[in-house]
């Protein structure tokens, strides 16, 4: 079934610790997003990438690095994990970064920065 | 820029009773706007679009939604809800120029009891 898969599903993290989120998208879609969700705070944008080879900061980027060696892989690194960084990640694709175009979200991965 | 405010977080309704869900957006520029709907320990999934045309767009699950420019709102509706449209819903903005990223509101909560 096409989509986008994420790993690990949910993760507890000690402070200081390096984590990395994975995020796979088998719909050959060019544009990739990582988001955060916090609860009143709605989805917040860390990282896009609107094609491989390509990336950009978003709206709360501090703490975390992308790559886009693929089209299909976009992982997120926390190289140095905090407490404010628990929350809830959604990784996200869309054919073009066009703003027509519909963004189809992965089912998240819950951390927990102790 | 862009912004977006709900302005509910949480709406408690009775089965079968008419739902409003409340969107405000601004932005200097045209958008397109979009609500999602994220069930409990689930990723979004887009409801509806408003890209052009007619201002009454319609999506999934008997949900519709009217964009008035004048008053810079996309409200969502649906005229008898069911328990199973319990959910988190998310209005989201885009500008409709060059490539913009999509910024989400806090997100409303609609609870539905019998």
């Known amino acids: 079934i096409a989509g986008i898969t994420q790993a690990p599903t949910s993760q507890i993290l000690a402070a200081g610790r390096r984590m990395t989120l994975r995020c796979t998208q088998d719909?050959?879609?060019?544009?990739m997003y990582w988001y955060r969700q916090d609860l009143g705070l709605g989805l917040r944008l860390i990282h896009y990438?609107?094609?491989?080879?390509?990336?950009g900061k978003g709206e709360v980027p501090d703490g975390y690095s992308v790559s886009r060696a693929n089209t299909d892989d976009f992982p997120l690194t926390l190289a140095s994990a905090v407490p404010s960084q628990t929350s809830v990640y959604f990784c996200?694709?869309?054919?073009?970064?066009?703003?027509?175009?519909?963004?189809?979200f992965g089912p998240g991965t819950r951390l927990t920065v102790l | 820029a862009q912004s977006v405010t709900q302005l509910d977080s949480q709406v408690p309704v009775f089965e079968e009773a008419p739902v409003e869900l409340r969107c405000n957006y601004s932005?200097?520029?045209?958008?397109?706007l979009f609500w999602y709907v994220q069930y409990p320990n689930q990723g979004l999934q887009l409801l509806l679009k408003?890209?052009?045309?007619?201002?009454l767009v319609k999506g999934i699950n008997g949900f519709e939604a009217e964009f008035n420019k004048s008053q810079t709102s996309f409200h969502l509706r649906k005229p008898s809800v069911h328990i199973s449209d319990t959910a988190e819903y998310f209005c989201?903005?885009?500008?409709?120029?060059?490539?913009?990223?999509?910024?989400f509101g806090k997100g409303t909560m609609l609870l539905v009891s019998p």
């Open positions: 996200a694709s869309s054919l073009t970064q066009g703003p027509y175009n519909e963004q189809f």
């Open positions: 719909m050959r879609h060019n544009a």
């Open positions: 990438s609107n094609t491989a080879g390509t990336t």
């Open positions: 932005s200097s520029v045209s958008v397109y």
């Open positions: 408003y890209l052009s045309g007619s201002t």
């Open positions: 989201a903005v885009r500008s409709n120029s060059g490539y913009s990223t999509l910024t």
